[in-house]
């Protein structure tokens, strides 16, 4: 019996994965979807906190402040093909934060509270910003230089563009 209660806590300690990231990381990609130019960029950026502030009109905006977690931000950027239309710029941005060190994580709806899941959406007469709480987040620790992350926001946050994504990070430079 005491044999079969050491396996257990093994096998529990080794599916508590963690990854520490001490540089920022950063990847970008950009396709062409139905005459837009669609540029998605991933930053995970360690020793930062989210600060929700207002400008001189009494906005809210996203400013990140040193501090004790790591902040993921996945960036969309929907821009048309044709350079004469100017104000048909689209970008959303969804942030959270973790803990220094990101272990397994799997968050739904009050629990989004939490790490702060905060979007923002910038466009032509467009300026919002939505504290998330409705939905689910997952990270999965792969190995030390891999990870995946999952956001899918419940779909009453219609005013988002994009509500669900799912990401293979690789943390290696």
Known sequence: ??????????????????????????????????GNIIKEKIEIIPHQIIHVTKDEAGMEYVKLLPG?????????RQKPDDNTLMDALL?????FELPEKIKNTNLKDEELKSVNLTAQILGFRNARLIKIDKGSLKIKIIDKQNM?????????YSMLPKKHIKQSISLKK
Not at 148 to 156: A, K
């Open 148 to 156: 995946e992350v999952q956001i899918d926001l419940d779909d009453s």
């Open 68 to 76: 004790d977690k790591t902040v993921f931000r996945y960036s969309f």
């Open 91 to 95: 970008v959303q941005n969804i942030l």
């Open 1 to 34: 019996m005491k044999y079969f209660a050491f396996l257990i806590l093994m096998l529990s300690l080794s599916f508590c994965k963690s990854i520490q990231i001490q540089e920022p990381v950063k990847y970008e990609n950009e396709t062409q979807k139905e």
